[in-house]
């Protein structure tokens, strides 16, 4: 059985930053990324990243956010930079065998706030 276990979240005043982590179980991931949840929104793709190393991420965050993996941990990373109130949400951590087969974690929340 998968599980994907976050950490990182919290509470960070604008400007700010914070590094989220997601250790997947298991191998063999295709892709492995994040998504959020912010209130009374849909989820939304942050940023994933291939095996490759190819990254892809949200036209909102691109410039503040990095993401990378490390295969060999099967642990993706997520490093937010600048962050604004509007980056608060629950971030969940996501992976991908491919053919439909997509993991997901619990969610960790991220508060930006004064």
């Known amino acids: 059985q998968v599980q994907l276990v976050e950490s990182g979240g919290g509470l960070v005043q604008p400007g700010g930053s914070l590094r989220l982590s997601c250790a997947a179980s298991?191998?063999?991931?295709?892709?492995m990324g994040w998504y959020r949840q912010a209130p009374g929104k849909q989820r939304e793709l942050v940023a994933d990243?291939?095996?490759?190393?190819?990254?892809n991420y949200a036209d909102s965050v691109k410039g503040r956010f990095t993401i990378s993996r490390d295969s060999a941990k099967n642990t993706v990373y997520l490093q937010m930079n600048n962050l604004k109130p509007e980056d608060t949400a629950v971030y969940y951590c996501?992976?991908?065998?491919?053919?439909?087969?997509?993991?997901w974690g619990e969610g960790t929340l991220v508060t930006v706030s004064l």
């Open positions: 298991g191998s063999s991931f295709y892709a």
């Open positions: 990243i291939t095996g490759g190393g190819n990254p």
């Open positions: 996501w992976a991908s065998r491919g053919y439909g087969r997509d993991y």
